[in-house]
DNA sequence: GCATCCATGTAACCAGTTACATGATTTG
DNA sequence: CAAATCATGTAACTGGTTACATGGATGC
């Protein structure tokens, strides 16, 4: 997952570990951030199966220092160049490889499966731009069915709760109407990916998407 | 925090691992279960540590077996006591003894500290009706301070995403309406609690909780 | 020249997972 | 009696964490 995620972001543009792991945190959701302990470790292995490499620290393809914001962090970059690019234990500038792409693309797919994983579906949908219009509806597909049994969960739940324990019956209620939220914004999602791209069967006009969210089956 | 959740649980009734496992699911919010490969291994750490103890299958304090709808189960329990308690190798019901309940208050505590992550805090929350009034709404409040750094942080991270990336964008939408909405609810737990126990200097007309969540800063 | 932030890395640990092995009980 | 389900347990692995060690660069 860590993989998946350094590899996109790479894909993008240049990054040390350092200011990698801000961009983690802060661009992808991963809450609060990845420790070094695995980002390095993470890295490392990436170099070793060739999928990234680290490159000199000037003249590369994309510009690795677009106004961040962190003046401080640009300046450095600049004197580490104009120095002769780090020596023994300078900034170590990671690139993608082809080999590196290649990985990307495989773990974007094979990764799909295990998106019961909010965090895995999270990321893969922050990627879902480089996947083919079909992949990524199948993605928000499984994802929905998901969603929909995890609702079906939620909602036992709330009748299966203690009586007259406030504490849980709030949580299980707000547990439910997140997932009821999570699946409408999913079907949206869905919504906006057909009509984008009504790539099979599916007629323009008639029901798009069988919407789940609003159903209120009331089996007491 | 398996410990915690098995704790809470045996505190309620007698169950033995398996059933365990259903109710970790089923009625704490464990997201599509524990599996017993941490689950038995926790068991056996809490008996050896005295937490909890195997119980005869018949004649306990508690009646084991209250109406869960599953009649196998119930059936077989029955089965099993009046064949006189299983052999080498049958059902292992367990209890929790006077030091697993000192150990389930200190987990309760202790682990306070860490509900950065959402999955202790909901279990803390599923037990707070335990805990005392004090500590309950210290554990809310901490909860609001943490969610008002993540509401922050998801409201840069909507301004920072790429232009063009329409499903990290929705991706990021999505992630600070759910956190908006979290901090309301929590907000909203603690006026319930300010308004059940106005423990301190709180006076009852006055501004019962400051609400971020409303709060639309336009730092630009 | 000292404190602070930037930056990389290692080692020990931890809380869980999957896969495997075993066997009792129920039901058709 | 065979298949399904209930039930317990172990071993290897995974994907991270914290704590520690190191050192260059910057700012005051």
């Known amino acids: 997952m860590l993989e998946l995620a350094i590899l996109g972001l790479l894909k993008e543009q240049e990054l040390h570990g350092y200011e990698l792991k801000k961009r983690l945190s802060e661009t992808l959701g991963f809450a609060s951030g990845v420790s070094f302990g695995s980002l390095y470790p993470a890295l ?11 490159v000199e620290a000037f003249a590369s ?3 690795p220092v677009p106004l961040t914001g ?6 450095a970059v600049f004197r580490a160049r104009k120095a002769g690019a780090r020596g023994s234990r300078g900034k170590k500038v990671y690139g993608i490889t082809p080999r590196g792409e290649a990985l990307f693309e495989e ?7 295990s998106s019961d994983d909010e965090r895995v579906f999270n990321l893969r949908l922050a990627f879902a731009r480089y996947l083919p219009p079909d992949a990524r509806l199948g993605m928000l597909e499984r994802r929905r069915a998901h969603l929909v049994e995890r609702l ?3 909602r036992a739940r709330v009748k299966a709760v203690r009586e007259g324990d406030r504490y849980s019956r709030s949580l299980v209620e707000h547990d439910r109407d997140a997932a009821e939220r999570d699946l409408t914004w999913i079907e949206q999602l869905i919504a906006n990916e057909r009509a984008a791209a009504p790539s099979r069967d599916e007629a323009v006009g008639a029901a798009p998407v069988p919407s789940f969210s609003k159903n209120q089956e009331d089996n007491h």
């Open 107 to 113: 773990l974007l797919a094979t990764e799909s499966q």
């Open 152 to 154: 079906v969960q939620m």
């Open 44 to 54: 490392a292995r990436l170099e070793a199966a060739g999928a990234v490499k680290a």
């Open 61 to 63: 393809t994309a510009p």
């Open 70 to 75: 962190s003046l401080g962090g640009e300046l």
